[in-house]
Protein backbone atom coordinates (compact mmCIF):
# COMPACT_ATOMS: atom_id res chain seq x y z
CA UNK A 1 0.00 0.00 0.00
CA UNK A 2 2.49 2.03 1.21
CA UNK A 3 5.17 1.67 -2.02
CA UNK A 4 1.83 2.61 -4.21
CA UNK A 5 1.10 5.90 -2.48
CA UNK A 6 4.93 6.67 -3.31
CA UNK A 7 4.69 5.60 -6.61
CA UNK A 8 1.13 7.75 -7.03
CA UNK A 9 3.19 10.63 -5.33
CA UNK A 10 5.91 10.07 -7.80
CA UNK A 11 3.80 10.58 -10.99
CA UNK A 12 1.97 13.60 -9.77
CA UNK A 13 5.30 15.14 -9.25
CA UNK A 14 6.31 14.33 -12.65
CA UNK A 15 3.25 15.38 -14.17
CA UNK A 16 3.18 18.78 -12.57
CA UNK A 17 6.98 19.10 -13.74
CA UNK A 18 6.03 18.33 -17.02
CA UNK A 19 2.51 20.73 -16.98
CA UNK A 20 4.95 23.53 -15.59
CA UNK A 21 7.77 23.69 -18.36
CA UNK A 22 4.99 23.48 -20.89
CA UNK A 23 3.42 26.47 -19.55
CA UNK A 24 6.74 27.97 -20.01
CA UNK A 25 7.11 26.96 -23.28
CA UNK A 26 4.12 28.12 -24.45
CA UNK A 27 4.49 31.56 -22.75
CA UNK A 28 3.37 33.67 -24.11
CA UNK A 29 -0.50 33.23 -25.31
CA UNK A 30 -1.16 37.13 -24.56
CA UNK A 31 0.09 40.48 -24.29
CA UNK A 32 2.74 41.23 -21.58
CA UNK A 33 2.59 44.42 -19.50
CA UNK A 34 5.66 46.62 -18.05
CA UNK A 35 5.11 48.48 -15.58
CA UNK A 36 7.55 51.79 -15.55
CA UNK A 37 7.92 53.84 -12.36
CA UNK A 38 8.54 56.88 -14.41
CA UNK A 39 6.36 59.16 -16.41
CA UNK A 40 6.45 58.95 -20.19
CA UNK A 41 9.27 60.43 -21.86
CA UNK A 42 12.50 59.67 -19.57
CA UNK A 43 14.98 57.67 -19.97
CA UNK A 44 13.40 54.55 -18.15
CA UNK A 45 10.34 54.80 -20.35
CA UNK A 46 12.05 54.96 -23.75
CA UNK A 47 14.34 51.99 -22.85
CA UNK A 48 11.00 50.57 -21.35
CA UNK A 49 9.67 50.75 -25.03
CA UNK A 50 12.64 50.14 -27.00
CA UNK A 51 13.21 46.88 -25.14
CA UNK A 52 9.25 46.58 -25.63
CA UNK A 53 9.59 46.45 -29.78
CA UNK A 54 11.85 44.03 -30.04
CA UNK A 55 10.39 41.86 -27.77
CA UNK A 56 6.97 42.05 -29.79
CA UNK A 57 8.99 40.85 -32.34
CA UNK A 58 10.79 37.66 -30.96
CA UNK A 59 7.99 36.57 -28.71
CA UNK A 60 5.08 37.02 -30.79
CA UNK A 61 2.90 39.35 -28.21
CA UNK A 62 2.46 42.77 -27.72
CA UNK A 63 4.35 44.39 -25.09
CA UNK A 64 3.47 47.35 -23.94
CA UNK A 65 4.27 49.69 -21.39
CA UNK A 66 2.37 51.17 -18.45
CA UNK A 67 3.47 54.42 -16.70
CA UNK A 68 2.63 54.04 -13.16
CA UNK A 69 4.52 57.16 -11.22
CA UNK A 70 4.14 58.04 -7.97
CA UNK A 71 5.93 57.68 -4.63
CA UNK A 72 9.58 57.07 -5.57
CA UNK A 73 8.28 54.17 -7.72
CA UNK A 74 6.85 52.32 -4.96
CA UNK A 75 2.78 52.36 -6.43
CA UNK A 76 4.31 50.82 -9.50
CA UNK A 77 6.54 48.14 -7.83
CA UNK A 78 3.67 47.34 -5.17
CA UNK A 79 1.04 46.77 -8.21
CA UNK A 80 3.36 44.51 -9.94
CA UNK A 81 4.13 42.60 -6.11
CA UNK A 82 0.82 41.82 -5.57
CA UNK A 83 -0.25 40.59 -9.55
CA UNK A 84 -0.82 37.29 -11.04
CA UNK A 85 3.14 35.74 -10.75
CA UNK A 86 2.13 34.31 -14.37
CA UNK A 87 5.13 36.78 -16.30
CA UNK A 88 2.49 39.14 -17.80
CA UNK A 89 2.86 41.45 -15.59
CA UNK A 90 6.80 42.50 -15.01
CA UNK A 91 7.98 45.62 -13.14
CA UNK A 92 10.84 48.35 -15.25
CA UNK A 93 12.78 48.43 -11.82
CA UNK A 94 15.57 51.03 -11.13
CA UNK A 95 17.70 52.18 -8.06
CA UNK A 96 14.81 52.82 -5.98
CA UNK A 97 14.15 49.02 -5.66
CA UNK A 98 17.53 49.09 -3.49
CA UNK A 99 17.09 53.05 -2.24
CA UNK A 100 13.25 52.54 -0.93
CA UNK A 101 13.51 50.26 1.98
CA UNK A 102 16.61 52.28 4.23
CA UNK A 103 14.42 55.41 3.20
CA UNK A 104 11.28 54.42 4.13
CA UNK A 105 9.94 53.03 7.64
CA UNK A 106 7.58 50.29 6.27
CA UNK A 107 6.99 49.37 2.28
CA UNK A 108 3.90 47.46 1.46
CA UNK A 109 5.80 44.83 0.06
CA UNK A 110 8.78 43.18 0.89
CA UNK A 111 11.01 43.67 -2.01
CA UNK A 112 13.27 40.43 -1.07
CA UNK A 113 10.43 38.26 -0.77
CA UNK A 114 7.58 39.93 -2.81
CA UNK A 115 9.44 40.40 -6.27
CA UNK A 116 11.72 37.82 -8.55
CA UNK A 117 14.86 39.81 -10.59
CA UNK A 118 14.62 38.91 -14.05
CA UNK A 119 17.54 40.60 -15.84
CA UNK A 120 19.66 43.24 -14.89
CA UNK A 121 19.62 45.97 -18.17
CA UNK A 122 21.49 48.38 -17.61
CA UNK A 123 23.82 50.51 -15.51
CA UNK A 124 22.85 54.35 -15.47
CA UNK A 125 25.76 56.35 -14.54
CA UNK A 126 25.04 60.38 -14.41
CA UNK A 127 26.95 63.95 -14.60
CA UNK A 128 27.66 66.10 -11.98
CA UNK A 129 26.85 69.09 -13.32
CA UNK A 130 27.06 73.44 -12.73
CA UNK A 131 26.25 76.19 -14.20
CA UNK A 132 27.52 78.30 -16.30
CA UNK A 133 27.63 81.31 -12.85
CA UNK A 134 29.56 78.78 -11.15
CA UNK A 135 33.51 79.46 -10.96
CA UNK A 136 33.96 75.51 -10.86
CA UNK A 137 35.32 73.63 -13.82
CA UNK A 138 36.85 70.46 -12.15
CA UNK A 139 35.47 68.70 -8.92
CA UNK A 140 38.56 69.82 -7.48
CA UNK A 141 37.22 73.49 -7.76
CA UNK A 142 33.99 73.28 -6.61
CA UNK A 143 35.20 71.30 -3.71
CA UNK A 144 37.38 74.26 -3.05
CA UNK A 145 34.89 76.54 -3.92
CA UNK A 146 32.35 74.91 -1.35
CA UNK A 147 34.94 75.10 1.12
CA UNK A 148 35.78 79.16 0.80
CA UNK A 149 31.94 79.65 1.16
CA UNK A 150 30.51 76.94 3.42
CA UNK A 151 26.50 76.04 3.43
CA UNK A 152 26.91 79.11 0.51
CA UNK A 153 26.12 76.73 -2.14
CA UNK A 154 22.98 75.15 -3.57
CA UNK A 155 22.28 71.89 -5.13
CA UNK A 156 19.24 70.46 -6.36
CA UNK A 157 17.76 67.23 -6.89
CA UNK A 158 14.64 65.12 -8.35
CA UNK A 159 13.15 65.15 -4.39
CA UNK A 160 14.65 63.53 -1.08
CA UNK A 161 16.09 60.48 -0.90
CA UNK A 162 16.66 60.25 -4.98
CA UNK A 163 19.03 58.95 -6.49
CA UNK A 164 20.73 62.24 -7.87
CA UNK A 165 19.75 63.47 -3.82
CA UNK A 166 21.98 60.37 -2.58
CA UNK A 167 24.49 61.02 -5.23
CA UNK A 168 25.21 64.24 -3.87
CA UNK A 169 25.38 63.20 -0.71
CA UNK A 170 28.06 60.91 -1.00
CA UNK A 171 30.04 63.05 -2.75
CA UNK A 172 29.43 65.91 -0.03
CA UNK A 173 30.29 62.45 2.51
CA UNK A 174 33.60 61.83 0.85
CA UNK A 175 34.97 65.75 -0.17
CA UNK A 176 34.04 66.78 3.48
CA UNK A 177 32.02 70.11 2.04
CA UNK A 178 28.97 71.33 2.69
CA UNK A 179 26.10 72.18 0.06
CA UNK A 180 22.24 72.86 0.88
CA UNK A 181 19.98 70.79 -0.60
CA UNK A 182 17.27 71.90 -2.57
CA UNK A 183 14.70 69.21 -3.60
CA UNK A 184 12.18 69.58 -6.71
CA UNK A 185 9.39 68.00 -7.66
CA UNK A 186 11.00 65.86 -10.54
CA UNK A 187 14.24 66.19 -12.39
CA UNK A 188 12.99 68.65 -15.20
CA UNK A 189 12.30 71.49 -12.62
CA UNK A 190 16.18 70.86 -11.05
CA UNK A 191 17.74 71.08 -14.30
CA UNK A 192 16.27 73.87 -15.18
CA UNK A 193 16.64 75.92 -12.35
CA UNK A 194 20.80 74.74 -13.01
CA UNK A 195 20.19 76.34 -16.16
CA UNK A 196 18.70 79.56 -14.85
CA UNK A 197 21.71 79.82 -12.15
CA UNK A 198 18.80 79.14 -9.37
CA UNK A 199 21.27 76.71 -8.20
CA UNK A 200 25.33 75.60 -8.32
CA UNK A 201 25.50 71.84 -8.54
CA UNK A 202 23.24 69.01 -9.96
CA UNK A 203 24.06 65.62 -10.55
CA UNK A 204 21.66 63.79 -13.80
CA UNK A 205 20.94 60.94 -15.65
CA UNK A 206 23.19 61.62 -18.73
CA UNK A 207 20.32 61.01 -21.70
CA UNK A 208 19.06 64.76 -20.70
CA UNK A 209 22.29 66.20 -19.11
CA UNK A 210 24.84 65.89 -21.75
CA UNK A 211 22.89 67.33 -24.54
CA UNK A 212 23.35 70.75 -22.52
CA UNK A 213 26.96 70.29 -21.83
CA UNK A 214 27.89 69.41 -25.80
CA UNK A 215 26.31 72.46 -26.54
CA UNK A 216 27.80 74.94 -23.76
CA UNK A 217 25.06 76.03 -21.95
CA UNK A 218 26.49 73.70 -18.79
CA UNK A 219 29.61 72.26 -18.18
CA UNK A 220 30.30 68.71 -16.44
CA UNK A 221 32.13 68.03 -13.84
CA UNK A 222 32.85 64.84 -13.62
CA UNK A 223 31.11 61.17 -14.40
CA UNK A 224 30.13 58.94 -11.76
CA UNK A 225 30.73 56.10 -13.20
CA UNK A 226 33.72 53.60 -12.86
CA UNK A 227 35.30 54.58 -16.08
CA UNK A 228 34.87 57.27 -18.42
CA UNK A 229 31.30 57.60 -20.84
CA UNK A 230 32.09 56.45 -24.58
CA UNK A 231 29.78 59.43 -25.28
CA UNK A 232 31.54 62.14 -22.95
CA UNK A 233 35.11 60.90 -22.99
CA UNK A 234 36.88 64.07 -21.91
CA UNK A 235 34.53 64.31 -19.02
CA UNK A 236 36.72 62.21 -16.09
CA UNK A 237 34.98 60.14 -13.25
CA UNK A 238 34.79 61.52 -9.73
CA UNK A 239 37.43 58.72 -8.99
CA UNK A 240 39.69 60.39 -11.24
CA UNK A 241 39.33 63.66 -10.07
CA UNK A 242 40.76 62.89 -6.39
CA UNK A 243 38.16 61.30 -4.85
CA UNK A 244 38.97 57.55 -5.40
CA UNK A 245 36.54 55.78 -3.41
CA UNK A 246 33.18 57.32 -5.42
CA UNK A 247 30.94 55.43 -7.42
CA UNK A 248 27.51 56.52 -7.62
CA UNK A 249 25.92 54.34 -10.48
CA UNK A 250 21.83 53.83 -11.15
CA UNK A 251 20.46 50.60 -12.86
CA UNK A 252 17.58 49.45 -14.66
CA UNK A 253 16.21 45.93 -14.52
CA UNK A 254 13.09 43.38 -15.02
CA UNK A 255 11.56 42.12 -12.37
CA UNK A 256 8.55 39.56 -11.70
CA UNK A 257 6.09 39.21 -9.06
CA UNK A 258 7.49 36.39 -6.75
CA UNK A 259 6.05 32.89 -7.17
CA UNK A 260 6.59 33.27 -11.29
CA UNK A 261 7.61 29.95 -12.64
CA UNK A 262 11.33 29.59 -13.20
CA UNK A 263 10.96 28.23 -16.61
CA UNK A 264 8.56 31.76 -17.44
CA UNK A 265 11.93 33.85 -15.62
CA UNK A 266 14.12 31.78 -17.80
CA UNK A 267 12.30 32.50 -20.85
CA UNK A 268 12.49 36.29 -20.27
CA UNK A 269 15.57 36.78 -19.10
CA UNK A 270 16.62 34.79 -22.36
CA UNK A 271 14.47 37.53 -24.54
CA UNK A 272 15.72 40.47 -22.78
CA UNK A 273 19.30 39.53 -23.33
CA UNK A 274 18.70 38.72 -27.12
CA UNK A 275 17.01 42.15 -27.27
CA UNK A 276 20.19 43.77 -25.64
CA UNK A 277 22.53 42.05 -27.93
CA UNK A 278 21.06 43.91 -31.34
CA UNK A 279 23.60 45.96 -32.69
CA UNK A 280 21.58 48.81 -33.71
CA UNK A 281 19.82 48.98 -30.40
CA UNK A 282 22.61 48.21 -28.09
CA UNK A 283 24.47 51.49 -30.34
CA UNK A 284 21.51 53.44 -29.62
CA UNK A 285 21.70 53.02 -26.26
CA UNK A 286 24.87 53.28 -25.59
CA UNK A 287 25.12 56.51 -27.15
CA UNK A 288 22.83 57.72 -24.77
CA UNK A 289 24.86 57.12 -22.15
CA UNK A 290 23.95 53.65 -20.71
CA UNK A 291 26.32 50.97 -19.92
CA UNK A 292 24.64 47.64 -21.05
CA UNK A 293 24.47 44.77 -18.60
CA UNK A 294 22.33 41.66 -19.09
CA UNK A 295 23.59 38.26 -17.38
CA UNK A 296 21.63 36.29 -15.26
CA UNK A 297 19.01 36.17 -12.95
CA UNK A 298 21.04 34.91 -9.98
CA UNK A 299 23.78 37.86 -10.68
CA UNK A 300 21.17 40.74 -10.83
CA UNK A 301 19.74 39.05 -7.35
CA UNK A 302 22.97 39.77 -5.84
CA UNK A 303 23.32 43.10 -7.43
CA UNK A 304 20.33 44.31 -5.76
CA UNK A 305 21.44 43.23 -2.49
CA UNK A 306 25.00 44.93 -2.36
CA UNK A 307 23.23 47.96 -3.72
CA UNK A 308 20.55 48.07 -1.01
CA UNK A 309 23.62 47.57 1.24
CA UNK A 310 25.48 50.62 -0.35
CA UNK A 311 22.93 52.91 -0.19
CA UNK A 312 21.71 52.19 3.26
CA UNK A 313 24.64 53.63 4.32
CA UNK A 314 24.57 56.73 2.44
CA UNK A 315 20.91 57.40 3.40
CA UNK A 316 21.82 56.79 7.24
CA UNK A 317 25.06 59.45 7.20
CA UNK A 318 22.90 61.59 4.85
CA UNK A 319 19.44 61.72 7.03
CA UNK A 320 17.71 61.21 3.98
CA UNK A 321 13.66 61.41 4.22
CA UNK A 322 11.12 60.68 1.83
CA UNK A 323 8.88 63.75 0.87
Known amino acids: ?108 YDTAT ?64 SVTHIPYKGAAPALNALLAGDIQLLCNDMLTGSQYVKVGKLRALAYTGSTRATSLPQVPTVSESGLKDYVAVGWQGIMAPAGTPQSILEKLNSEFNKALAEPALRQSLISQGLVLSGGTSKSFAEYIIQDTERWRAVVKASGAKPE
Do not use: W
Open 1 to 108: MKSNFIRHAICVIILLGNVIAAYGQNFPTRPIRIVVTFPPGGSADLLARALGEKLTASMGQPIFVDNKPGAGGIAGAEFVAKSNPDGYTLLFANTNIAINPSLYGKLP
Open 114 to 177: ALSPVVLLAYVPSLIMVSDKTPANTIQEFIALAKSKPEALNYGSAGSGTFPHLAIELLKMQAGI
